[in-house]
């Protein structure tokens, strides 16, 4: 009879820690399923939180911050070389700069690579300029009370830099301020 007990008793530890496993088992697959829950509510955002979008294209325009379709830049040739000045005016206009005059530089100056002269009201323009004319370019403040800036092309002058890569966001265009058509 002690040998009936001993293996009822066996039978049943073995079922408690059958039981145990399962239960063991089931809260570990409860806990993961939660956590996975868990993870896939934060990803998508639903706590309010608002998350950064990647569909972002521009920063919001700002009309205080210059754009080269804003600036007016006078080409001039401080060179021999004919024609230097046109073609330099023309591949500018392409990158979206208003044209002002293009001619010899007439102050007679003699310059080493590229000057941009500009006033005080040009001198937030010039970073969209000086680049453009390559190593050695230097910018110079005359008294001149417009924000037109002058890209005077010095013996040193080859052809225009590669237009600089945009750090971040490029700037949305202007809104348009024509009304729309509305159907009547």
């Known amino acids: 009879m002690a040998e009936r007990e001993l293996t009822s008793e066996l039978r049943h ?16 697959m409860l ?28 920063r919001p325009f700002d009309p205080k911050v210059p754009t080269p379709g804003t600036t007016t830049v006078n080409v001039y040739n401080a060179t021999t070389k004919n024609g230097l000045a046109a073609r330099t005016a023309a591949e500018l206009r392409e990158r979206g700069f208003v044209i002002g005059e293009v001619r010899n530089d007439p102050l007679k100056r003699k310059v080493a690579v590229v000057e941009v002269r500009h006033g005080a009201a040009g001198r937030s323009r010039t970073p969209l300029l000086v680049p453009l004319g390559g190593k050695g370019t230097t910018a110079v403040a005359d008294g001149r009370k417009d924000a037109s800036l002058d890209l005077v092309l010095g013996s040193g002058f080859t052809a225009l830099a590669p237009t600089p890569s945009p750090t971040g966001l490029p700037m949305c265009p202007s809104p348009s301020t024509v009304p729309s058509k509305s159907s009547t």
């Open 31 to 58: 806990f993961f399923a939660f956590w996975y829950a868990y993870s896939y509510y934060e990803a998508s955002g639903a706590r309010g939180e608002e998350t950064p979008t990647s569909t972002e294209t521009c």
């Open 13 to 28: 530890r073995h079922q408690q820690r059958k039981a145990a496993t399962t239960i063991l088992v089931v809260l570990l």
